[in-house]
């Protein structure tokens, strides 16, 4: 059974910075693209970056990229996303995604003072 596990999410001030996880079991995520999208309440689910099987091609929403950096460590089954200089507007629940197929449960992210 595949199981995706968000982390690493939680309270912060504007121009603050968090790492998020994405952990899978069931699957081995360095054979795959993962994405990570974000949604927040009465938006629409948004891509905000993915990272390619290889691991040598990312990409980025043009929201964050600058600011986000996506990678993944094989040898802990794990794709990351590093959030630095964090903005009100990036309050979101956070899903990694495999194929669209899978997804994890989310991990809320709130960026306020």
């Known amino acids: 059974q595949v199981q995706l596990v968000e982390s690493g999410g939680g309270l912060v001030q504007p121009g603050g910075s968090l790492r998020l996880s994405c952990t899978a079991s069931?699957?081995?995520?360095?054979?795959?693209?993962v994405n990570w999208f974000r949604q927040s309440p009465g938006k629409e689910r948004e891509l905000v970056a993915g990272i390619s099987s290889g691991g040598n091609s990312t990409s980025y929403a043009d929201s964050v990229k600058g600011r986000f950096t996506i990678s993944r460590d094989n040898a802990k089954n794990t794709v990351y996303l590093q959030m630095n200089n964090l903005k009100p507007e990036d309050t979101a629940v956070y899903y990694c995604t495999v194929l669209t197929v899978y997804w994890g449960q989310g991990t809320q992210v709130t960026v306020s003072s």
């Open positions: 069931g699957l081995t995520l360095s054979k795959y693209l």
